[in-house]
Structure formats: C-alpha cells, structure tokens
C-alpha cells in the first residue's frame, strides 16, 4: 500500500468509443494512476465509486479490489450497487 492509506483497483470493460468513454478517461486521467489498459488504481474511494458508477453508465462492466503488498481483495460485499462481477476468491498478485 502507498503511505499506509488503502489503495483500490478499478477494473472495467467498456465497448465503443462514444461520449461515455471519453467521459470516464477524461475522469480517471484526473483522479487515478493507471497501471495498465483498463486497470486503474485510486486512493480515494469516493473517486472509485465515481468512476465505477461512469463506467456501469456508458455501459461497461466493473470490479473493484482493496490493493494490499500480496493480495487483491473483494470489495463486491461493500460495493453491491457497482460490481458487477462477484468473485469469491482473492487473487494473488505475481
């Protein structure tokens, strides 16, 4: 974790390239570090939820995770109204 403060991962899958993609990047750009296409991370929950909520509106698909040193953990349980996909099992980092 960076700092000590909790860090969160936005995953999405998003089709086309209409107004509602280019909403969702112009946000995250300013409020997330992307670490790699379509996988952004946050230390800012409100932010996540922002930007997961953008990304369900243009019609994608979102996964949230608590980032830690090891693990990447659901937070489907504390986030229901935004993930769509609910993985049970916690997925080790490489």
């Known amino acids: 974790m960076l700092g000590g403060k ?3 991962l ?3 899958d998003m ?3 209409g107004s509602g993609r280019r909403r969702v990047n112009r946000y995250l750009r300013r409020t997330a570090r ?8 946050f230390k800012d929950m409100r932010a996540l939820t922002h930007a997961a909520e ?3 509106g243009a019609g994608g698909a979102v996964m949230a995770f608590v ?3 090891r693990i990447l953990f659901d937070v489907s349980e504390a986030m229901p109204h935004i ?3 609910k993985t049970r ?4 980092m490489s």
């Open 6 to 8: 909790m860090v969160y």
């Open 15 to 17: 089709r086309g390239n």
């Open 54 to 56: 953008l990304v369900r």
């Open 10 to 12: 936005l995953i999405f």
């Open 83 to 85: 993930v769509v996909n």
């Open 67 to 69: 980032k830690s040193d």
């Open 34 to 41: 992307i670490v790699q296409k379509s996988v952004w991370e």
């Open 89 to 92: 099992a916690s997925l080790a």
